[in-house]
């Protein structure tokens, strides 16, 4: 019978292609480390013709949600839904990307496009808002055709996407065209310095070494980064979520972008305490950062592309294919597991190697110790040692598969592979009879009809081609 507390179901895929799912739960054992980080691999190039989802993002949601990680907060039974669930109904999401420069230098905006998507899809309703931000430092451009892009100067059209046309001002007007999801560019007005009781004018506020903005969105809600959604009579800090979204590449200055440097798109430079790109006080500037204003509920370091001999993405020969991202809520045990396993073994400069004496171990050790200062990140202390993180891998090409009952419906919801895809139910766990209950199903989500009628214990096992 399937009990109204089995609802969250999730087993690691059996084979590649192929995850079979019981009306049991199944969940993390006890005394298990949390994971520091999720990576996803082997993720192939997105296929929109059918929907806005990309893979990537869906097996990476799947892989947190088994380890009691909900992307969606609320009170569906949805396998990744949870009341303690990241993303609410009525928020305010706000998706950091880099668009100072384009081509491979700028973030992915198929992997936006296909958060964005989620984030609309949540199974309570969305009634929030979604704002594609950046603030470029006079040189930035949501429209992927900024000048400083290394080829010239030119104005041409070159995101970081399977079609470089699919720009983050594209997915807005042209693809979504949705009330509910719009764009923000910061650069007109960063050298504008506000107080703390003006909450009209749109600018920028200081605190310690750092700065943040305070801006209203296209639908004009009033953003104060730090302290959250302005009312008109007080803030509210839980409805006010941000993604970071960086790619990981090679940087002249400071060695090495990632997850923690990519928070100069979001201060403004043009008034600062420290000097932002000396090496000895960057640390200090990204730590204080993601503590002292407002963490993102998710760091998604983008490893489709990988820059890694080159600050804009440009030209190609600068750039290696990797098909992964990582995703997690420590910025510093990201950047240093990420430069380690994934940048250093292509671009071979001992530059990008965070245990090597240089600029980018500079300032990972400052950020981690600034953050462990003001009480850690999630929950615990940052770290960059590569034997204290704990990472977890998902492979794209493994199925992950969740279920939750709907009246005397039974709705099977999976991630990973390519379809199409086969369905098949059995009483047994072992599938010594299976019946096929549906293939050549080309969207990732089934109703079992009247299933959990009966009292049978399902189940359920999903194949792809």
């Not at 808002?129 to 010239?152: K, P």
């Not at 597991?337 to 250093?344: C, G, N, P, T, V």
């Not at 200062?373 to 615990?380: K, Q």
């Amino acid at each position: 019978m399937l009990d109204s507390t089995d609802r969250r179901t999730f087993l690691k895929a059996l084979g590649v292609g192929t995850a079979a799912l019981a009306t049991q739960r199944v969940s993390r054992g006890a005394g298990e480390l949390r994971p520091h980080l999720f990576r996803v691999h082997h993720v192939p190039a997105p296929d929109f013709s059918l929907t806005n989802r990309h893979p990537a993002i869906e097996s990476l949601l799947f892989a947190m949600a088994a380890e009691s990680k909900h992307f969606y907060q609320g009170s569906s039974t949805h396998p990744l839904c949870s009341p303690q669930g990241l993303i609410g109904t009525t928020d305010t999401v706000l998706i950091k990307v880099n668009a100072q420069w384009k081509y491979r230098g700028s973030t992915n905006s198929d992997v936006v496009r296909g958060l964005v998507r989620r984030i609309l899809d949540h199974p309570d309703g969305f009634n929030g808002e979604v704002v594609i931000f950046e603030n470029g430092q006079g040189r930035g451009s949501l429209n992927c055709d900024t000048t400083s892009g290394c080829d010239g100067g030119t104005r041409e059209v070159h995101a970081n996407a399977e079609n470089d046309g699919h720009s983050f001002e594209w997915m807005v007007d042209e693809l979504f065209q949705d009330p509910r999801v719009g764009s923000r560019l910061l650069d007109g007005i960063r050298t504008t310095f506000i107080a703390n009781d003006d909450h009209d004018t749109e600018g920028y506020r200081t605190l310690s070494n750092v700065s943040y903005p305070c801006f209203f969105t296209p639908n004009g809600t009033r953003v104060e980064f730090k302290e959250g959604i302005w009312t008109g009579t007080e803030h509210d800090s839980q409805s006010l979520k941000w993604f970071n979204i960086p790619t990981m590449k090679d940087h002249k200055d400071l060695n090495v972008t990632g997850c923690l440097k990519h928070i100069y798109g979001i201060i403004t430079t043009a008034n600062e305490p420290l000097p932002h790109h000396d090496p000895f006080h960057a640390g200090t500037i990204m730590g204080e950062f993601f503590t002292l204003t407002r963490p993102p509920v998710l760091n998604i370091l983008d490893h489709i592309w990988v820059a890694h001999a080159s600050l804009c993405g440009y030209p190609p020969d600068t750039t290696t294919r990797r098909n992964m991202i990582v995703a997690g809520f420590d910025p510093c045990a990201l950047d240093a597991w990420s430069a380690r396993h994934i940048l250093y073994p292509i671009s071979a400069d001992p530059a990008h190697d965070p245990d090597l004496p240089g600029y980018f171990r500079t300032y990972l050790l400052d950020s981690r110790d600034t953050i462990n200062s003001n009480g850690g990140i999630d929950g615990r202390e940052s770290t960059i040692d590569d034997g204290a993180v704990n990472a977890r891998h998902q492979d794209q090409r493994e199925i992950q598969v969740g279920l939750f009952t709907s009246g005397e419906d039974v709705h099977v919801i999976w991630a990973g592979a390519q379809g199409p895809y086969r369905i098949e139910r059995d009483a047994s766990p072992t599938f010594a009879s299976p019946t096929v209950i549906a293939e050549g199903l080309q969207d990732t989500e089934y109703v079992d009809l009247g299933a959990a009628a009966d009292g049978a214990n399902w189940y359920y096992r999903v194949s792809a081609a």
